[in-house]
């Protein structure tokens, strides 16, 4: 069955401090493996994507690693700030279609609290 | 902004109400989605349109009737429901259908409570 996992499940961290978020998969055939950054009461926004090739992407602050061969991404966070507090949400997007998720499997989030 | 709005934001119905969301997309896609998100467990995929044409239905129950008019808006109809349908129902779009290598698009969701 594929499936996402994500750790761990809750974060605190003080601001200015780094952190980093972990994503196992076992989904195939693979196709592409995206975060999203959802604040509270809001829809997800992606952060990045990255296909099979890439081992590692850079959205200003966030950096995404993705190691196809033990089916892991990591997400760290650099000098993080009060407005980083969100769910951070691996998604592994399949190439096949079919089932209940189709193609896109989402984990169920990492909650990090950035305090002060 | 997404470019995805959901109306309205919050919601409070009993279990004999009926009551409608609404979601527009205002970037041209194609492919529209029903999603629902409830506490502690991944986002679960409730139903798809593509050019207004309904391609997934994962065994949602009858008392959520969706509705593509055009490929701009979707509707989510609720009836009947029931206290563990309270959840953040969220409508995402796409350019096209499969997704596996689009970037799908959410709106800010509908916060549902079924009293």
């Known amino acids: 069955k594929n499936q996402v996992e994500q750790s761990p499940q809750s974060l605190i961290i003080l601001e200015g401090k780094n952190c980093t978020l972990q994503c196992n998969y076992t989904v195939s055939p693979f196709s592409n493996l995206r975060w999203y950054k959802q604040d509270t009461g809001r829809g997800p926004v992606s952060l990045t994507i990255m296909t099979f090739s890439e081992n590692t992407k850079s959205n200003g602050r966030y950096t995404a690693t993705l190691d196809a061969d033990t089916k892991q991404s990591s997400l760290h966070i650099t000098a993080s700030q009060l407005s980083d507090s969100a769910s951070y949400i691996c998604?592994?997007?399949?190439?096949?279609?079919?089932?209940?998720?189709?193609?896109?499997?989402f984990g169920k989030g990492t909650k990090l609290s950035v305090k002060p | 902004e997404t470019g995805v709005t959901q109306t309205p934001r919050h919601l409070v119905m009993g279990m004999t109400n009926k009551k409608s969301l609404k979601c527009e997309q205002h970037l041209g896609h194609n492919a529209m989605y029903w999603y629902k998100q409830s506490a502690k467990k991944p986002l679960e995929l409730m139903f798809v349109y593509s050019l207004e044409e309904r391609v997934e239905n994962n065994s949602v129950p009858s008392r959520f009737s969706p509705e593509c008019p055009n490929s701009s808006h979707l509707f989510l109809h609720l009836h009947t429901l029931q206290p563990e349908d309270s959840a953040l129902y969220l409508c995402a779009s796409s350019q096209e259908f499969p997704a596996e290598n689009e970037k799908l698009f959410f709106g800010s969701g509908t916060q549902l409570s079924v009293l």
């Open positions: 998604v592994v997007s399949c190439l096949n279609y079919g089932g209940s998720q189709g193609n896109l499997i």
